[in-house]
């Protein structure tokens, strides 16, 4: 019998040897297969990659087209602002002069005013004083 046992125990671990094998012949073909699919994944990802760093220096180009041509844009907004401005001023300072002109103008007429309202109320006076025949 000991024969015998030992032959089992060895059939027994020679079966448990074979299943081991197959197990890891299994997890070895899984893994490569989980291989091939991780580099295409990888690849997938490359391109998408790939594509949105073109896609972010093509908008990048764009934005920069963009931003000088806003430039262009403002610098004659900015000359017609300046011209603008100047042509304010000018209205201003003709506004200002016109008003002081109108003030100075309005200054004789009131001191005329002034003077006639004074004169009258000393003819006034005048009158009032005198007694009554």
Known sequence: MNNE???????I???CMVIITLVI?????????MMQKSQEFIAVVQNELSFL????AL?????NEFIIHLKDQTTPISEKSLSALHEIREL??????ETRTLAMKASGGIAKVTIGSLAIGALAQIFKKQPHN
């Open 59 to 63: 908008t990048l180009h764009e934005i």
């Open 25 to 33: 012949a299994l997890i070895g073909f899984y893994a490569v297969k």
């Open 5 to 11: 046992t030992l032959t089992i125990f060895v059939g």
């Open 13 to 15: 671990i020679a079966v």
């Open 92 to 97: 201003v300072s003709y506004i200002h002069e």
């Open 53 to 56: 760093t073109t896609k972010g």
